[in-house]
């Protein structure tokens, strides 16, 4: 069992479930530690994980044919990556790579989606925290792609 | 209004300074031949003789009467004539017009801060505001976005912001290179770091349009109510007199009424942005 502080619990995902799930999400997670420049996801890969954000941030970047990685945004503690790893194909959108010393849990996807499957009430909020995350991704790259429409 | 004088007639100023800001954004240090005052938000009309004259809020602190800021994006004839100047020339000032911001009302109160780009100038002028009697503001954030890392302007007065109790400034930038290693992203996604009580906090919002109508979105998703978000709204104002027309917005006349406005006082016109 990971040693969990107040900070994590704190933390924007966790805070999205009761004591009850979130005793089960530290006992199914995985401490994972990521060296500064340090790849946590290719992109395009294969995804088995979905990870929090626990201290320190991520760059997610795209690969663009002749202009090599552009970056396009900065992950924080509290918020995922790799949600793609919970949907089909399950390949990764993006490459994210550490900015500084960073800690993350992954939770194996195969486990989550089961766990979804068998406790609807887990499911709904782990969909609705998704959503939102994706809702604000969503946003945020229609405010890029008019900046870029409108130069 | 500088009482007693004609509102047509501009206030000769000399070019004292020019300072390059980034590749397309310069100020212009102003030294005007009489006292010349404004409040924060205001905007004043710039008038190069045989050229024009363009609307621009001032960039420098409403305290100092004496000389005055104006931070000039090169976007159209006017402002690039102007972006040839040298300096030593002679330029008029009209104003200051309009309504700016109601800093009495922000007494007490987280003040939030969201700029984009050349949006930043008024806001400069706004932060001098704070600065100067920051014991009356709870804390003061500024959120700053720029396409990139060079067209960041005013980069000294981030660590000089930074070093003053309760303010605290965080940029980001649309795309990075090799020199930025902060954080990457359009500026709404620094709201998602701060930390701020949503019921006593109000937000200033100043930008290109785009970022301008993308911000008050997410600023409404974040659950702020429409009379705690300003706006400093651009709109084609002409004569700064409500007389001519030109920038009218819903029932109102931005030169008169605005350019600062509440976002619940603007929201149910049609083409805001």
Same mark, same amino acid.
């Given at each position: 069992?990971?040693?969990?502080?107040?900070?994590?619990?704190?933390?924007?995902?966790?805070?999205?479930?009761?004591?009850?799930?979130?005793?089960?999400?530290?006992?199914?997670?995985?401490?994972?530690?990521?060296?500064?420049?340090?790849?946590?996801?290719?992109?395009?890969?294969?995804?088995?994980?979905?990870?929090?954000?626990?201290?320190?941030?991520?760059?997610?970047?795209?690969?663009?044919?002749?202009?090599?990685?552009?970056?396009?945004?900065?992950?924080?503690?509290?918020?995922?990556?790799?949600?793609?790893?919970?949907?089909?194909?399950?390949?990764?959108?993006?490459?994210?790579?550490?900015?500084?010393?960073?800690?993350?849990?992954?939770?194996?996807?195969?486990?989550?989606?089961?766990?979804?499957?068998?406790?609807?009430?887990?499911?709904?909020?782990?969909?609705?925290?998704?959503?939102?995350?994706?809702?604000?991704?969503?946003?945020?790259?229609?405010?890029?792609?008019?900046?870029?429409?409108?130069? | 209004?500088?009482?007693?004088?004609?509102?047509?007639?501009?206030?000769?100023?000399?070019?004292?300074?020019?300072?390059?800001?980034?590749?397309?954004?310069?100020?212009?240090?102003?030294?005007?031949?009489?006292?010349?005052?404004?409040?924060?938000?205001?905007?004043?009309?710039? !008038? =190069?003789?045989?050229?024009?004259?363009? @609307?621009?809020?001032?960039?420098?602190? *409403?305290?100092?009467? $004496?000389?005055?800021? #104006?931070?000039?994006?090169?976007?159209?004839?006017?402002?690039?004539?102007?972006?040839?100047?040298?300096?030593?020339?002679?330029?008029?000032?009209?104003?200051?017009?309009?309504?700016?911001?109601?800093?009495?009302?922000?007494?007490?109160?987280?003040?939030?801060?969201?700029?984009?780009?050349?949006?930043?100038?008024?806001?400069?002028?706004?932060?001098?505001?704070?600065?100067?009697?920051?014991?009356?503001?709870?804390?003061? !954030? =500024?959120?700053?976005?720029?396409?990139? @890392?060079?067209?960041?302007?005013?980069? *000294?007065?981030?660590? $000089?912001?930074?070093? #003053?109790?309760?303010?605290?400034?965080?940029?980001?930038?649309?795309?990075?290179?090799?020199?930025?290693?902060?954080?990457?992203?359009?500026?709404?996604?620094?709201?998602?770091?701060?930390?701020?009580?949503?019921?006593?906090?109000?937000?200033?919002?100043?930008?290109?349009?785009?970022?301008?109508?993308?911000?008050?979105?997410?600023?409404?998703?974040?659950?702020?109510?429409?009379?705690?978000?300003?706006?400093?709204?651009?709109?084609?104002?002409?004569?700064?007199?409500?007389?001519?027309?030109?920038?009218?917005?819903?029932?109102?006349?931005?030169?008169?009424?605005?350019?600062?406005?509440?976002?619940?006082?603007?929201?149910?016109?049609?083409?805001?942005?």
């Amino acid at each position: 069992m990971l040693t969990i502080n107040k900070e994590i619990r704190e933390l924007k995902f966790f805070m999205e479930f009761d004591e009850k799930y979130q005793h089960s999400l530290f006992e199914l997670g995985e401490i994972k530690e990521f060296a500064v420049k340090e790849i946590i996801i290719k992109e395009t890969q294969e995804l088995h994980d979905l990870f929090v954000i626990l201290e320190g941030h991520a760059t997610l970047g795209i690969t663009v044919p002749d202009k090599g990685r552009i970056n396009v945004g900065t992950i924080y503690p509290g918020q995922i990556i790799s949600w793609s790893a919970l949907f089909k194909p399950y390949i990764s959108t993006a490459v994210v790579t550490a900015d500084v010393p960073t800690r993350a849990m992954a939770f194996n996807a195969k486990k989550i989606q089961a766990w979804m499957e068998r406790e609807p009430e887990f499911g709904y909020r782990l969909m609705r925290f998704i959503s939102e995350t994706l809702s604000q991704r969503l946003h945020d790259t229609r405010f890029q792609l008019v900046n870029i429409v409108t130069i | 209004m500088n009482n007693g004088f004609n509102p047509y007639d501009p206030v000769r100023a000399r070019l004292i300074d020019i300072i390059d800001e980034s590749p397309n954004i310069k100020t212009f240090r102003l030294e005007p031949e009489r006292e010349f005052s404004f409040k924060t938000g205001e905007f004043i009309q710039l !008038t =190069l003789d045989g050229i024009g004259e363009s @609307p621009f809020t001032p960039s420098s602190s *409403p305290y100092v009467n $004496d000389r005055l800021d #104006v931070t000039i994006m090169k976007a159209g004839y006017v402002t690039e004539k102007i972006h040839q100047l040298k300096g030593g020339e002679i330029l008029g000032i009209r104003g200051p017009f309009g309504r700016g911001y109601p800093v009495e009302k922000f007494y007490g109160k987280e003040v939030i801060i969201l700029g984009g780009g050349c949006g930043l100038a008024p806001i400069r002028s706004l932060l001098f505001e704070l600065l100067e009697q920051k014991e009356k503001y709870k804390k003061v !954030t =500024l959120c700053y976005g720029s396409k990139t @890392p060079t067209d960041c302007i005013y980069k *000294p007065m981030f660590c $000089d912001l930074n070093k #003053v109790e309760n303010f605290q400034c965080y940029r980001s930038v649309d795309v990075a290179d090799d020199t930025w290693d902060g954080h990457v992203g359009v500026v709404t996604t620094l709201l998602d770091q701060i930390n701020f009580r949503l019921e006593n906090a109000v937000v200033v919002v100043c930008g290109p349009p785009v970022m301008m109508k993308f911000g008050t979105l997410k600023l409404l998703q974040i659950g702020f109510d429409p009379k705690d978000i300003y706006l400093s709204m651009e709109k084609n104002m002409s004569c700064g007199y409500g007389k001519c027309g030109h920038c009218m917005l819903g029932d109102t006349l931005v030169c008169k009424d605005g350019p600062v406005y509440t976002y619940d006082e603007v929201k149910n016109y049609d083409h805001i942005w």
